[in-house]
């Protein structure tokens, strides 16, 4: 018996015998309308140093040569700051590194205009495609670096970003986290001192909402979640998460969530990321010991990923490491995928990579291999309709929502 796709494959590859080889190529598939990754790290000292610098050939997972190459488009580029203590001191520190990674973005844009444009709306975004270059958006990843100052998620958005994700890895001043830091005294997520959103959350919360900024729950505890979702008056967006009912991650999102963001018109946007698609417990240890030893090596008494990841020894003990416990692999993703679509909607899911931030899996091993997630989406059966929703065109609507829905007194 042959199958429909057996059937599809036939007859595609006689067509290709027969007609002419103009007609084979422009019967080739076309990149989707628009592909936009909504999360990328930058380390600190992007733009700062030369082997850091964007423009040229890096050690990153993402510069401006991979993304014109493997026909990235767009990028959310990221403001991280690692969690430190909620006192004076940890908040005027947090402001401090979110600065430099402003000024780096910054630089980036004003030393390759004729690359990448910064990207504050949607069509903005689609006018630097459509003129041939690459957009770049900022997002905020952990709240914390507002130093506990409503204000300054003003001075946030007159610089440029137009998401605001809430908590990272441990709890912060404006919610609790799905990874919190239990081994400092922090509750566990779901348990009874699991509060979910402060006060200065739900006042962060609201101000994005009247901003018409974009408000992320990745790496939020489900009871955060939960009370973003009742509060905010938009819809509400994950930057990079996958589903626990395919893996059971802290940092994935349960089922009831994925319904829940997409019933409020959100979108949730999968990520390819080794740990939220496959339990590797012999990986995660190996890679710990690793970083340890790297760091000893260095001369340093702890892990600096921004000081050792792009160091020598550190590649040739990750090469050693992928041989003996393999990478998620493209499938894997694309099981998340269409788990989250069945669950949620076509309508309401998207592309994420977290690349220099420890995403990236066999097959979208970084931004120049972007066009192999297009292809394993198109394999798994998604009509190009779907994969221009999914690359793009789901968080394009959500984002015009969040706009529309504005009111910047």
């Given at each position: 018996?042959?199958?429909?796709?057996?059937?599809?494959?036939?007859?595609?590859?006689?067509?290709?015998?027969?007609?002419?080889?103009?007609?084979?190529?422009?019967?080739?598939?076309?990149?989707p309308?628009i592909?936009?990754?909504?999360?990328?790290?930058?380390?600190?000292?992007y733009?700062?140093?030369?082997?850091f610098?964007?423009?040229?050939?890096?050690p990153?997972?993402?510069?401006?040569g991979?993304?014109?190459?493997?026909?990235?488009?767009?990028?959310?580029f990221?403001?991280?700051?690692?969690?430190?203590?909620?006192?004076?001191?940890?908040?005027?520190?947090?402001?401090?590194?979110?600065?430099?990674k402003?000024?780096?973005i910054?630089?980036?844009?004003?030393?390759?205009?004729?690359r990448?444009?910064?990207?504050?709306?949607?069509?903005?975004?689609?006018?630097?495609?459509?003129?041939?270059?690459?957009s770049?958006?900022?997002?905020?990843?952990?709240?914390?670096?507002?130093?506990?100052?409503?204000h300054r998620?003003?001075?946030?958005?007159?610089?440029?970003?137009?998401?605001v994700?809430?908590?990272h890895?441990?709890?912060?001043?404006?919610?609790?986290s799905?990874?919190?830091?239990t081994?400092?005294?922090?509750?566990?997520?779901?348990?009874?001192?699991?509060?979910?959103?402060?006060?200065?959350?739900?006042?962060?919360?609201?101000?994005?909402?009247?901003?018409?900024?974009?408000v992320?729950?990745?790496?939020?505890s489900?009871?955060?979640?939960r009370?973003?979702?009742?509060?905010?008056?938009?819809?509400?967006?994950?930057?990079?998460?996958?589903?626990?009912?395919?893996?059971?991650h802290p940092?994935?999102?349960?089922?009831?969530?994925?319904?829940?963001?997409?019933?409020?018109g959100g979108v949730?946007?999968a990520?390819?990321?080794?740990?939220?698609?496959?339990?590797?417990?012999?990986?995660?240890?190996?890679?710990?010991?690793?970083q340890?030893?790297?760091?000893?090596q260095?001369?340093?008494?702890k892990?600096?990923?921004?000081k050792?990841?792009?160091?020598?020894?550190?590649?040739?003990?990750?090469?050693?490491?992928?041989?003996k416990?393999?990478?998620?692999?493209l499938?894997?993703?694309?099981?998340?995928?269409?788990?989250m679509?069945?669950?949620?909607?076509i309508?309401?899911v998207?592309i994420?990579?977290?690349?220099?931030?420890?995403?990236?899996?066999?097959?979208w091993?970084?931004?120049?291999?972007?066009?192999?997630v297009?292809?394993?989406?198109?394999k798994?059966g998604?009509?190009?309709?779907?994969?221009?929703?999914?690359?793009?065109?789901?968080?394009?609507?959500?984002?015009?929502?969040?706009?529309r829905?504005?009111?910047?007194?």
């Amino acid at each position: 018996m042959i199958t429909m796709t057996r059937l599809a494959t036939l007859t595609a590859l006689a067509l290709c015998a027969v007609l002419p080889a103009h007609a084979a190529q422009q019967a080739a598939p076309q990149d989707p309308p628009i592909t936009i990754d909504t999360h990328v790290d930058i380390p600190f000292n992007y733009m700062r140093e030369p082997r850091f610098d964007a423009g040229k050939p890096t050690p990153l997972l993402v510069d401006l040569g991979k993304m014109e190459r493997g026909g990235l488009n767009a990028a959310f580029f990221v403001i991280w700051v690692p969690q430190h203590k909620l006192d004076a001191a940890g908040y005027a520190k947090a402001v401090d590194q979110a600065e430099q990674k402003y000024d780096a973005i910054g630089r980036m844009l004003m030393q390759y205009p004729d690359r990448i444009r910064l990207a504050t709306t949607p069509e903005q975004l689609l006018a630097n495609h459509k003129a041939g270059l690459l957009s770049a958006t900022i997002e905020i990843e952990n709240a914390y670096s507002l130093g506990h100052d409503i204000h300054r998620l003003d001075a946030a958005y007159d610089r440029g970003a137009r998401s605001v994700g809430l908590v990272h890895v441990g709890n912060n001043d404006l919610c609790t986290s799905s990874l919190p830091d239990t081994e400092h005294g922090e509750p566990a997520m779901n348990s009874a001192g699991d509060k979910g959103m402060s006060e200065f959350g739900r006042a962060v919360v609201k101000r994005a909402n009247q901003l018409g900024m974009l408000v992320d729950i990745s790496h939020a505890s489900d009871a955060c979640v939960r009370d973003a979702l009742k509060l905010s008056t938009a819809p509400i967006y994950a930057t990079h998460s996958g589903a626990r009912a395919v893996l059971d991650h802290p940092r994935n999102l349960p089922d009831d969530l994925l319904r829940a963001i997409a019933a409020k018109g959100g979108v949730i946007d999968a990520v390819a990321y080794k740990e939220f698609l496959k339990n590797d417990p012999g990986r995660e240890a190996a890679e710990k010991a690793l970083q340890a030893a790297v760091a000893k090596q260095a001369g340093d008494k702890k892990y600096d990923s921004d000081k050792h990841d792009y160091l020598p020894a550190m590649d040739k003990g990750m090469a050693e490491i992928q041989k003996k416990y393999p990478l998620a692999t493209l499938d894997d993703y694309m099981d998340q995928i269409q788990h989250m679509v069945k669950v949620a909607g076509i309508d309401h899911v998207g592309i994420a990579s977290d690349f220099d931030g420890g995403g990236g899996i066999t097959g979208w091993a970084n931004a120049g291999e972007t066009r192999n997630v297009t292809a394993a989406m198109r394999k798994r059966g998604f009509s190009d309709a779907d994969i221009a929703k999914l690359w793009g065109g789901n968080l394009l609507r959500v984002w015009r929502e969040v706009e529309r829905d504005a009111d910047r007194h």
